[in-house]
């Protein structure tokens, strides 16, 4: 029992007194920054709109989902759901 305390300590003490580092500090030029010209690269403004507007210009709605084409099938339908119920109230005030 007395080993295993004696080891504890020591290992509190070296760990302890001994600092850790998390990050390793960059060789070199202390107080210079560090610059990657890669990296820092801008793109020309003309490729940046001429990309933003290729983008604007796709379609981004599928063939089925479109937004002007859609209200118009819903109108298709509506006025096919009124037919059939207008047919319906017709057949049955002939059968009555």
Same mark, same amino acid.
């Given at each position: 029992m007395g080993f295993l305390w004696t080891g504890t300590w020591i290992l509190v003490l070296v760990v302890h007194s001994s600092p850790v580092q998390a990050f390793p500090k960059p060789e070199g030029s202390q107080g210079k920054p560090v610059?990657?010209?890669?990296?820092?690269?801008?793109?020309p403004l003309n490729e940046q709109i001429a990309e933003a507007e290729a983008d604007k210009s796709k379609n981004i709605y599928?063939? !089925?989902?479109?937004?002007? $084409? @859609? *209200?118009?099938?819903?109108?298709?339908?509506?006025?096919?759901?009124?037919?059939?119920?207008?047919? !319906?109230?017709?057949?049955? $005030? @002939? *059968?009555?």
């Open positions: 610059h990657n010209r890669e990296l820092s690269a801008e793109r599928s063939p !089925e989902n479109k937004p002007g $084409e @859609s *209200n118009y099938s819903f109108v298709d339908n509506l006025n096919l759901l009124k037919a059939i119920t207008e047919k !319906e109230k017709i057949e049955k $005030e @002939s *059968n009555l």
